[in-house]
């Protein structure tokens, strides 16, 4: 394994970026403290092909990064509202359900399967408005550079669990996303115009997605 540290410029900023070759088999890329940091294979990849794939995931990474502003010791976004949290409490939801958390640790893990709920039900409105034949899984974890998966191989549509936090019609507009990739696979114009038949606003919400406007 070996590393290099290289400056890389976005949108007239620069960053540090440290690049990391091993024995793996594709390119990752990750954000943190301010520091780009990227593994790559041994051979094969070029550090051209490194920064034109970091040009492409850099505003995700960036955006991704404002998880730590998504919550702090006192308040966490929930669906777009900042809600008061302490060391062990209640949460209340305007549906009248609730959440009872002993620690930090305990309010996160609830609040995963809390949304899994929330965005399962959403997902399978969309599946009957959008005329989805076959019901998809829908699976939520931690992902860093995708807001939603649709795995062809599995009929699974999985969500990133940063979605929380955000408003409902942020929420709504990744399971329109991802639904679509049920007709067409790539994003060719086609693809987009059954996206905005269904999520008119799609662009702006797209992009507050993506500058981590939760509220």
């Known amino acids: 394994m070996s590393s290099k540290e290289f400056t ?72 777009g509202k900042e809600v008061p949290i302490q060391e062990s409490g209640e949460i209340k939801f305007n549906d009248e359900t609730s959440i009872k958390y002993k620690n930090r640790e305990d309010l996160e893990k609830k609040l995963m399967k809390w949304f899994l709920q929330v965005i399962e039900k959403r997902h399978r409105s969309y599946e009957n408005i959008m005329g989805i034949r076959k019901p998809y899984k829908v699976r939520l974890r931690k992902m860093r550079t995708r807001y939603g998966s649709n795995a062809y191989s599995t009929h699974s549509i999985t969500y990133s669990s940063i979605l929380m936090h955000y408003s409902l ?47």
Do not use: W
Not at 184 to 198: L, P
């Open 8 to 79: 890389y410029i976005h949108k007239n900023k620069e960053y540090r970026l440290i690049v990391t070759r091993k024995h793996m088999k594709s390119v990752r890329y990750t954000y943190k403290d301010g520091i780009f940091r990227v593994s790559a294979p041994y051979l094969f990849v070029t550090q051209k092909q490194i920064e034109e794939g970091l040009d492409k995931y850099a505003d995700k990474l960036l955006a991704l990064d404002v998880r730590t502003k998504a919550s702090d010791d006192n308040h966490i976004f929930i669906l």
């Open 169 to 215: 019609d942020v929420v709504d507009s990744v399971i329109v996303h991802e639904l679509a990739h049920d007709s067409v696979r790539n994003h060719s114009e086609k693809f987009y115009k059954v996206v905005y038949t269904y999520c008119p606003d799609y662009k702006a919400l797209h992009k507050r997605l993506r500058k981590g406007e939760f509220a």
